[in-house]
């Protein structure tokens, strides 16, 4: 199973794809966080943080990957949930890096992650919404379409998309099950 979840910059959406990562465990396999992001700054420390800290209080055991570069080249199995936080960050990692083309960041990440989708159980895809922005210099806007071109690829394959909204997720494809009490 493949699952989109997008979202703006502190919208809930990275909570939410933990939780949902969580209902897809397979009893004989892992749950893995691939942490794209690199520190730079106090404010991604605390985030690092307050993600850490979160997992660990889920009452699950995960395993984390740091991966800002070749997302494909992670070892899955079979019986894997992973959830790759976040596309946002995994591009600029692909797109500035200096021994591959910029142009092609966008592709090396969507067959990245769709070859991990073909080994795991489950693959769980976190991005940011940067499309209602208005991009500041031309590189920024081709970094943005490059994003939104990874985003339609992935929600073509994905058997769930979910846009977060202000800690509300709200389902642009597919289904999703709740239990009834």
Not at 88 to 101: H, I, M, Q, S
Not at 163 to 180: N, R
């Amino acid at each position: 199973m493949l699952i989109f979840i997008s979202g703006g910059v502190r919208s809930g959406k990275s909570g939410i794809s933990e939780q949902i990562a969580i209902r897809h465990i397979h009893p004989e396999g892992r749950l893995l966080y691939v942490a794209c992001g690199s520190r730079t700054d106090a404010e991604m420390d605390e985030r690092i943080f307050h993600h850490r800290e979160r997992r660990a209080n889920s009452g699950y055991t995960w395993s984390t990957i740091e991966q800002s570069v070749d997302i494909g080249d992670i070892p899955i199995e079979s019986n894997d949930t992973v959830l790759i936080d976040c596309v946002t960050t995994l591009l600029a990692g692909e797109y500035f890096r200096e021994d591959k083309a910029a142009f092609e960041a966008g592709v090396r990440i969507t067959d990245g992650i769709l070859n991990i989708h073909k080994r795991a159980k489950t693959v769980v895809v976190v991005s940011n919404e940067l499309s209602y922005e208005t991009p500041a210099t031309d590189l920024t806007a081709d970094y943005m379409k490059m994003l939104g071109m990874i985003h339609q690829k992935i929600v073509k394959e994905s058997d769930l998309a979910v846009l977060v909204e202000h800690g509300i997720p709200v389902v642009k494809k597919g289904v999703v099950t709740c239990a009834v009490s």
